[in-house]
Nanobody, 126 residues
Framework: QVQLMESGGGSVQAGGSLRLSCAAS????????MGWFRQAPGKAREGVAV???????KYADSVKGRFTISKDNAKNTLYLQMNSLKPEDTGEYYC????????????????????WGRGTLVTISS
C-alpha cells in the first residue's frame, strides 16, 4: 500500500508561483512511476507531468516550460514547481503513483494510475 498526501495549494495572482508537494508513505519504492494531474471545473482530469521509473520527465504541452516535476527520494516526496501561473491553471491538483517499473513516453492517463492523493486546490486570479 502507498498513501499519498498533497500540500502547497492556494490562491495566487497570474504570473505567480506555487510549489506543490506530495508526501508518500507506506510501502514506497524507487521504481514507482509518479505524476501530477489536475481537474478544472467542467473539464476532465488530465495528466500534467510525470516522473517515470528511469527519472525522465514528460509534461503536458500547456505547462511545458513553466512547470517542473521532481522527487526527493530520501524524503519520499514528489514536487511540482509551478511558475508563470495562468488563470487556466486553476483546478484541483492530484498526486498519483503507478506500481511497477516503466518508462513514460507521454503524460499518463488518469486511469493508468493505481494510487491517488486527495488533491489540493490551486486558484489563479487575474
Amino acid at each position: 500500500q502507498v498513501q499519498l498526501m498533497e500540500s502547497g495549494g492556494g490562491s495566487v495572482q497570474a504570473g505567480g508561483s506555487l510549489r506543490l508537494s506530495c508526501a508518500a508513505s507506506g510501502y514506497t519504492y524507487n521504481t514507482y512511476y509518479m505524476g501530477w494531474f489536475r481537474q478544472a471545473p467542467g473539464k476532465a482530469r488530465e495528466g500534467v507531468a510525470v516522473l517515470d521509473s528511469f527519472l525522465s520527465t514528460k509534461y503536458a504541452d500547456s505547462v511545458k516550460g513553466r512547470f517542473t516535476i521532481s522527487k526527493d527520494n530520501a524524503k519520499n516526496t514528489l514536487y511540482l514547481q509551478m511558475n508563470s501561473l495562468k488563470p487556466e491553471d486553476t483546478g484541483e491538483y492530484y498526486c498519483a503513483a503507478r506500481r511497477g517499473y516503466s518508462r513514460a513516453y507521454d503524460v499518463p492517463s488518469p486511469g493508468s494510475m493505481d494510487y491517488w492523493g486527495r488533491g489540493t486546490l490551486v486558484t489563479i486570479s487575474s
